[in-house]
């Protein structure tokens, strides 16, 4: 006895499942370079800014930081860091598409092609909510370490005029 064809409708919902879990992963891992850049960026700034003398801790050299600038500075680039970090962090459950290893198992236990694809499915849309709201997070969190970036420039050219 044949396998009934399968359901076209079953097939395009794999299809865009898959194709959703592949734009995921690419954005995750576009949201880890461009928080490289800005913890690169961050730390050229701050580094170019020391060069210059604009951050300064030797008296001699001319004008030093107030603790309270510094304090404001290190605060700003720690924060950046931190939301950097969380960004880089791998996160504990990801999902990037259907497990040949469950897809085999169901094979082996005489799932029709049909029960097998609408498990996978069920589960890949499931995975496809958990990324969401992991990436989100990430997203969010690269958002704050840009916004952090742009106080970073705005205290040093702050300190710059004063």
């Known amino acids: 006895m044949s396998e009934p064809p399968l359901d076209r409708r079953l097939e395009l919902v794999y299809e865009a499942a898959t194709d959703t879990l592949k734009v995921q992963d690419a954005n995750l891992g576009n949201a880890r370079t461009r928080a490289n850049t800005l913890l690169a960026t961050a730390a050229l700034l701050t580094s170019f800014s020391t060069g210059i003398g604009v951050l300064n801790a030797d008296p001699a050299r001319g004008s030093v930081l107030s603790p309270a600038e510094a304090v404001l500075l290190l605060s700003v680039v720690g924060i950046l860091g931190i939301c950097v970090v969380y960004v880089l962090w791998p996160v504990r459950q990801w999902h990037f598409g259907p497990s040949p290893k469950v897809m085999n198992d169901l094979r082996l236990s005489n799932h029709t092609e049909a029960g097998m694809r609408e498990y996978v499915v069920s589960k890949?849309?499931?995975?496809?909510?958990?990324?969401?709201?992991?990436?989100?997070?990430?997203?969010?969190?690269?958002?704050?370490?840009a916004v952090l970036l742009v106080v970073e420039v705005s205290v040093l050219i702050v300190l710059l005029r004063t």
């Open 124 to 145: 890949m849309v499931h995975g496809i909510d958990e990324n969401s709201t992991n990436l989100k997070k990430k997203q969010w969190a690269l958002r704050a370490a």
